[in-house]
């Protein structure tokens, strides 16, 4: 004799299985981490950064090799200060300034240099004038600022 609850217990009804995926707790996770930068972000002040300082001459050398390099490749040194007047030559090319400069540094050995550069000159070009002075001997090498 079949009853009626032969099937399943639940009088012949099959159950549905739902396929939803329930969000609620991504939503309380989204809310906790909402809270959470909401409170970190006033803490961090991104408006201010250290700058590395830099030692700051108060008074220039009394007698150094000046190299003021131009826009058109050209280049003038001249021996400034004390005892050595202003006398200037006018170097071309990155050939002859590196021959000077070995000049100037085997006449006198303890004067530093410093590069004065027009704003048109590349960095890279300032850069191999400072490393090549450092392989010649120079140990002190300045840069000149506009001061206007």
Do not use: C, W
Request: zero cysteines; proline letters at 6%.
């Amino acid at each position: 004799m079949a009853t009626p609850f032969s099937g399943s217990m639940r009088g012949g009804r099959r159950r549905k299985f739902k396929a939803e995926i329930n969000v609620v707790p991504y939503i309380d996770v989204m809310l906790v981490l909402l809270v959470i930068f909401m409170v970190a972000a006033p803490i961090t002040n991104p408006g201010v950064i250290d700058l590395p300082t830099a030692a700051k001459s108060n008074l220039p050398p009394s007698a150094y090799i000046e190299v003021a390099l131009k826009a058109d490749t050209s280049a003038t040194i001249a021996l400034r200060g004390a005892g050595h007047g202003n006398t200037s030559d006018t170097v071309g090319g990155h050939a002859g300034l590196l021959q000077k400069l070995e000049q100037l540094h085997a006449e006198q050995p303890t004067l530093p240099l410093m590069i004065s550069a027009n704003k048109d000159i590349k960095y890279e070009a300032v850069i191999k004038i400072i490393s090549d002075a450092r392989k010649i001997g120079i140990e002190r090498v300045g840069l000149a600022t506009a001061t206007r």
